[in-house]
């Protein structure tokens, strides 16, 4: 921000320059904001510009602009979607930063409805939920239409993307009153974000128009979400609902727009009708324990819940930025009116921003398990949200650079040195994040990002991503077994719980196993010599003792006392100790095919592709000739470069490839006007811009057949669950010789694979049948009703369709029930689903 003169000094020419600048950058704000949900300032940096202007104008009432973004809401809706006129405008909300300036909101309230100031006013207060605001218009009960608040006048129609969010009722149940409007918050929580954007960092969307949601990044880009918001405005803001459907939305009731007849004369009784109605609501109870939403007559009362509310903030699973206070009395409401963009009778006290700034003072490079460069940024200790934050990921080398390897813009990027003083961020649990770098005083030069691993010296690569064709945004080490940071973490992994899991061999005792140059790769686990073992557990288990002395003692000293005389030490068994350890190495040299592959530590093979893996292929050797195959097999570089082309995608190349060889030497045939190659119009663009002449789009075509994987390629990564961009990996894992040396150590060292655990489906109720889970589940998690589900033969899905067998409904079940009841699928309820497999 340039240095601001304090708003008593300005003279109204510089006012009035100063109000026309404002105007214009909240609004381009306001714009990357509602229209792309790709904000690109912090929300508190946001409010202080808003606060700014409303000062000016206070001081300058007759300089307020026409375009004033006080008297605005949001952006205009996007082309993209219909328009919908809201019967009622839906507002903004009036904020409040301090205690002092909710007593005057209640002073004004008071004053304005000529009350006196030991009159009885009833006041709610509930979490600002941070999301987008959503209209759901209810006609005899059905919702008939959705939009988004949009300008606060014109909204976006979103009837569709909104019957996909299991939160949100298709009917009102007991009531069906000619006209209701609800209005509330989408929301996403944490985990569902997490998840997410886990989740999108392996895919790209290219083909259908997953891109359509704003102008950037590049389609063909991985495109992660900033924070939860975000995800939730880009997520119900979809062209294709199945899109929105595949998103994890929530949505919570808290107000109404036109209604026919209203269900109660105060707000808490409205919102308790809502509950009534099928909506989650804040007055219903949280956590088993007393709602969020309360209702109080004093100023204090409702500070204090401020105070409660904003205390458990970290523990609520989804973000809020504050708390809104309501008066409750519906005939004072209308008495209170509104100005201009927000009600009289409510107010915003919002959070203060979970923000700090520091320096950073260092870039560390850490290497990991796959070879991943992972920088951390050492800062001078700041305390954010409450707690203090000494280092923050930079994720990788285009975001410290602010670019990526085309030099192309990259959303949430920043242009990060050592010496910068930036911005730090920590909402809620949210790992903090560096959201600014200050302009002023700037580190000197930008950080050189290694292209050397850090621990070995070898060179450290981007690699091409299959699917995009692009550089990754990450550098590997390219050296795999010989970079002694990849091996350790290697070997971590290895023994980790879902992997090997030994009894007795934790990390750390791997690490000093590793240290003392008693294990190099996995297989020396399973060829332990055992005296040097005893030595190495005696060693740690003397330094430990000595440490836990030398720490009690100087407890001792602190308070002025002698150390303490210590007797003769007890004589541990340190034989049994290496018995114990040597007795769970060799439990494990029988072990599940899944848990083997998935301990290889291969890039891009998690636990759900080695279970795909295992369930494919009998044991070890044969995954291994499989990859083999698949990496002759694999598609060479003018395929990619093709799929790289903007809009792309791998089914779209599936029917290019279809090309006749006639066709291709046909000088009329053009890839972009084929009838029969059935490129849309975004694709054809697409591809004329790429190549401009018809020959060119023919040639590169022709080349890009040329390349096309072949069929074992094309069978490894059209496994369920396993995929192009896993199938390269394990291709590559194979084909060098110091991964298929380590392997068969193992085998050689005794390691046995199990065939998969085979479902146990003879006499399963529900072997081969596809369930759907949804509600809440009260006797078990998701989670595991997922596994036992599987373990019993049945496929669990994440939606209801024609092929759904059976869909298990708990409470507050929504869209999917409709579903159900629409394909004319049975639903039981969770204890129904346990009498059938056995368990009730
Ligand atoms: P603002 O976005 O700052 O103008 O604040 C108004 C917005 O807050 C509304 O449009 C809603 O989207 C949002 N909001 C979140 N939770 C609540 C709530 N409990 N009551 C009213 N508005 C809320």
């Not at 523990?315 to 509104?338: A, C, R, S």
């Not at 903090?432 to 005083?441: I, K, L, M, S």
């Not at 399973?526 to 003692?553: G, S, W, Y």
């Not at 002759?632 to 003018?638: I, N, T, V, W, Y």
């Amino acid at each position: 921000m340039p240095d601001l003169k304090a708003v008593e000094t300005l003279d109204p020419g510089e006012a009035a320059a100063e109000l026309e600048r404002l105007a214009g950058e909240i609004a381009e704000h306001d714009r990357r904001y509602h229209e792309r949900d790709a904000p690109t300032i912090s929300d508190a940096a946001y409010d202080a510009l808003r606060r700014r202007n409303a000062a000016i104008e206070r001081r300058f009432p007759d300089l307020v602009r026409t375009d004033s973004p006080s008297l605005r809401v949001g952006a205009e809706p996007s082309a993209k979607f219909a328009k919908i006129r809201h019967a009622l405008p839906m507002l903004s909300l009036d904020n409040a930063f301090s205690d002092e300036d909710v007593v005057d909101f209640a002073r004004r309230v008071r004053r304005f409805l000529a009350l006196d100031d030991d009159a009885p006013l009833a006041i709610t207060a509930e979490p600002k939920i941070d999301g987008l605001s959503l209209s759901l218009r209810y006609e005899d009960g059905r919702l008939v239409s959705a939009a988004t608040r949009g300008d606060g006048a014109v909204g976006e129609d979103v009837t569709r993307n909104a019957l996909t969010i299991d939160d949100i009722p298709h009917r009102l149940s007991h009531a069906r009153p000619a006209v209701f409007e609800v209005r509330g918050e989408v929301y996403m929580t944490h985990a569902d974000f997490a998840a997410l954007n886990a989740g999108l960092a392996g895919t790209a969307e290219t083909d259908d128009g997953a891109d359509e949601d704003d102008g950037e990044p590049a389609p063909g880009k991985v495109r992660q979400f900033a924070n939860p918001r975000n995800a939730a405005a880009g997520s119900l803001r979809q062209k294709n609902p199945e899109i929105t459907r595949s998103r994890p939305l929530r949505f919570f009731a808290y107000a109404w727009g036109e209604v026919s007849e209203r269900p109660g004369d105060t707000q808490s009784e409205v919102v308790e009708a809502l509950g009534r109605m099928g909506f989650r609501t804040n007055l219903q109870p949280h956590a088993g324990a007393q709602p969020l939403m309360r209702r109080f007559e004093t100023v204090e009362g409702l500070v204090e819940h401020y105070r409660r509310i904003e205390s458990q903030r970290a523990t609520l699973g989804y973000d809020i930025d504050g708390v809104v206070y309501k008066v409750d009395d519906l005939g004072f409401q209308g008495d209170l009116g509104f100005v201009s963009r927000s009600p009289r009778w409510a107010i915003a006290h919002k959070f203060s921003a979970e923000q700090a700034t520091t320096i950073v003072e260092a870039i560390d490079i850490n290497v990991g398990r796959t070879g991943k460069l992972a920088p951390l940024a050492r800062l001078k200790p700041v305390t954010v949200g409450g707690v203090v934050v000494s280092n923050v990921t930079l994720h990788n080398e285009d975001y410290i650079a602010g670019r990526d390897a085309e030099g192309e813009p990259i959303r949430g990027g920043r242009d990060v040195r050592v010496g910068d003083t930036v911005v730090i961020q920590r909402a809620g649990d949210v790992i903090p994040q560096v959201v600014d770098v200050a302009e002023g005083e700037r580190g000197p030069e930008p950080f050189r990002f290694p292209d050397h691993c850090p621990v070995c010296g070898s060179k450290a690569e981007r690699e091409i991503n299959p699917r995009t064709g692009r550089p990754s945004s990450m550098r590997r080490c390219t050296a795999t077994l010989t970079c002694p940071a990849q091996a350790k973490e290697g070997l971590k992994h290895f023994v980790s719980r879902n992997a090997f899991d030994i009894e007795g061999l934790g990390q750390t005792f791997v690490e000093a196993l590793f240290d003392a140059g008693l294990v190099k790769q996995p297989a020396d686990i399973f060829r332990l010599p055992v005296e040097p073992l005893k030595t190495l557990i005696e060693e740690r288990a003397l330094a430990l003792r000595l440490a836990n002395e030398a720490e009690e003692d100087a407890a001792l000293a602190a308070k002025g006392l002698a150390p303490k005389t210590r007797g003769k030490r007890k004589a541990y068994d340190y034989t049994k100790a290496t018995r114990n350890l040597v007795d769970g190495i060799d439990a494990r040299r029988s072990i599940a095919l899944d848990r083997f592959v998935f301990a290889l530590g291969i890039p891009e093979i998690g636990e759900t592709t080695a279970k795909a893996l295992a369930r494919s292929f009998p044991d070890v050797p044969a995954i291994e000739a499989a990859a083999r195959a698949a990496f002759a097999d694999q598609p060479g570089e003018a395929w990619s470069r093709f799929l790289a082309i903007p809009k792309i995608g791998e089914g779209t190349m599936e029917r290019l490839a279809t090309v006749t060889p006639e066709e291709l030497a046909d000088p009329e045939f053009d890839p972009a006007r084929s009838e029969r190659l059935r490129l849309n119009s975004a694709q054809r663009l697409s591809l004329r811009e790429r190549y401009t002449e018809a020959a060119e789009r023919r040639a590169a075509l022709a080349e890009a057949v040329e390349a096309r994987p072949g069929p074992a390629y094309e069978v490894l990564a059209g496994l369920p669950d396993v995929g192009p961009v896993a199938a390269l990996s394990l291709a590559r894992f194979f084909a060098e010789a110091h991964n298929r040396e380590a392997v068969a150590a193992l085998l050689a060292a005794g390691v046995e694979t199990e065939a998969p655990a085979r479902p146990v489906t003879a006499g399963s109720p529900v072997a081969g049948q596809t369930v759907v889970f949804t509600g809440t589940l009260e006797k078990m998690t998701r989670i595991e009703a997922k596994e036992r589900a599987e373990a019993l033969g049945a496929k669990v899905a994440g939606s209801v369709s024609k092929k759904t067998d059976l869909v298990v409904a708990g409470p507050g079940a929504g869209s999917k029930l409709t579903d159900a009841q629409k394909h004319g699928v049975r639903v039981v309820s969770e204890d129904e689903w346990l009498d059938m497999i056995g368990t009730g």
